[in-house]
């Protein structure tokens, strides 16, 4: 536990100090913008982290498909939205069908994988976010589009900053998962068996743990949140299904942060980075770099854990 708050203590002190040097010398409103925008795109980064790390931590797999499914589902929510079904429904199933996604390749192409070497099992969800960015291209031919919600035209002001709804949306629910997830990990009964198998999955299988059951689960929640984050995605950045598709990178950065196991890391490292890129355009040096932002914050992350202990993302050691 100690360990844990000196990480958290770490993070939230090298994100401030790095913030203040990006925009010293700016105008304070014109770095409070620039802080809001972060947050909201940071918020979407650890929610993808999030998707990443309860999956790997019930399967073993490091999902590379995340925002490849969560393109198809926020490109079909538009798709639907254009031939006039209401908005809701269409945000409904644009969710649903990314989560569908997930859980095909969870249920036919996984258990296939299973025994196989954590690397292998990555750069087969490699090539399924291929083959589903290929279809999504094939059913919807590159061109400009925007997706927008109603809560885009609500904002509140928060001292003289006008903040839209969507965006406090999407970091109250960056929020929530953590917390959700945190107490479904600990204080259910499926919970405890998705860390039971996350441990050790012959000994698992041995003392009853169902894996098809949990596995399954892993897998529709991991697809529910990249349909969320898909549909946030295509709102607050871009519609366009490579750009979503390749969130995944940050998200990934995001989940380092967090050693793959601690989901309140995961979600300061998204914040984190999310408000670095956002920042780092302030400087006409430093944003010519800005995409690298993710992995160089994933790097110093990495290089500051291991200076104490061992950095293990075997499951097998």
Sequence with gaps: MKVKILQLLFYALGAVLICVLLSWGKPPKIIGLFIVSGLAVGSLYALGGIGIVVLYRATGVLNFA??????????????????????????????????????????????????????????????FALVVLGLTAFIWEDDVRRLSLPTDKQAVVIMGLRITVTRM????AAIAFVLGIWLFLTHTRIGLQMRALANNRDISALIGVPIFKVETIAWSISGLIAGFTGLMFGDLIRLEPSVITFMVIPSIAAAICGRLDNLALVLIGGLFIGVIESLSTLSPLIKQVRP?????IAAIALIWMQRSQKLIFSRDS
């Design 292 to 296: 690298i932002a993710p992995f160089v």
């Design 66 to 127: 995340n925002g490849a499914v969560g393109a198809f589902g926020v490109m079909l929510a538009w798709q639907l939205a254009q031939i006039g079904w209401p908005g809701p429904l269409t945000w409904l199933v644009g969710i649903l069908s990314a989560t569908a996604l997930s859980l095909a390749y969870g249920l036919l192409i996984a258990p296939k994988l299973a025994w196989r070497d954590n690397v292998v099992k990555a750069v087969a969800t490699l090539g």
């Design 169 to 172: 949306i999407v970091v109250s």
